[in-house]
């Protein structure tokens, strides 16, 4: 079992539409959890971070961690073709190692 | 702020020759780098922990003498690839993390594209 799972997609929405992402854990020990998004052949960039459990928000975005499920989730809402890429899940474990999942591919078509 | 340059963005060389690729945290200090491989549509795949002035932590498989990390400066790190064949082409990313805030999180670089003919 990997310790970080994620759905590799592709998911396919239209413009406005609400998106999910989600990522299971099987560590207990992980604290902090992180979403990144990467465009093609570019590198990741931070989107949201959060420590333990609990909701964050960011204009567009709410990223939720239930730690008692070891469920992690992202919300876009309003989403936009530019919003078009692949985003990792990623939790910090040992030594400050990050440990990403898969990666889930999401297109917003117009 | 928070930016991490890599250079050269892409690379092609022949089989056999070393590729050095270079990481700069531009408007921060980097206590540790770290040093990620990503094939087509794949994830991140942790290669290494960089420290400034100590020696690389290498992860299992990765191997270090081919994989020649050095830290020289707290705002750079370099990955050579030596002898490098075929197989070793991939996107390299580099990640910073900054060192005075305490923060955790990691900084990524634009990557790498290294393909070895």
């Known amino acids: 079992q990997k310790e970080v799972e994620q759905d590799p997609g592709p998911l396919s929405v239209p413009e406005g539409a609400i998106v999910s992402l989600n990522c299971t854990y099987s560590?207990?020990?992980?604290?902090?959890f992180m979403w990144y998004r990467q465009y093609s052949r570019k590198g990741p960039e931070l989107l949201m971070y959060?420590?333990?459990?609990g909701n964050k928000e960011d204009g567009r975005f709410t990223a939720q961690v239930d730690k008692s499920s070891k469920y992690i989730s992202l919300f876009i809402r309003d989403s936009q073709p530019s919003d078009s890429a692949t985003y990792l899940c990623a939790m910090r474990g040992g030594y400050n190692k990050l440990i990403f999942g898969a990666g889930t591919r999401l297109a917003v078509h117009p | 702020g928070a930016v991490v340059s890599q250079h050269p963005s892409r690379v092609i060389c022949k089989s056999g020759t070393s590729v050095k690729i270079e990481c700069r945290s531009l408007?921060?200090?980097?206590?540790?780098m770290f040093w990620y491989r990503q094939f087509p549509k794949q994830s991140l795949m942790l290669m290494a922990t960089?420290?400034?002035?100590?020696?690389?932590?290498?992860e299992q498989g990765v191997e270090k003498d081919k994989f020649l990390i050095n830290h020289a400066s707290l705002t750079l790190s370099t990955l050579t690839v030596t002898s490098a064949h075929p197989e070793d082409s991939s996107f390299y990313i580099c990640?910073?993390?900054?060192?005075?805030?305490?923060?955790?999180?990691?900084?990524f670089g634009p990557g790498t594209r290294l393909t070895v003919l």
């Open positions: 408007d921060f200090q980097a206590t540790t």
């Open positions: 959060t420590y333990s459990s």
């Open positions: 990640s910073a993390r900054e060192r005075a805030s305490g923060r955790t999180e990691q900084f």
């Open positions: 960089s420290n400034e002035g100590s020696k690389a932590t290498y």
């Open positions: 560590n207990s020990a992980f604290q902090y």
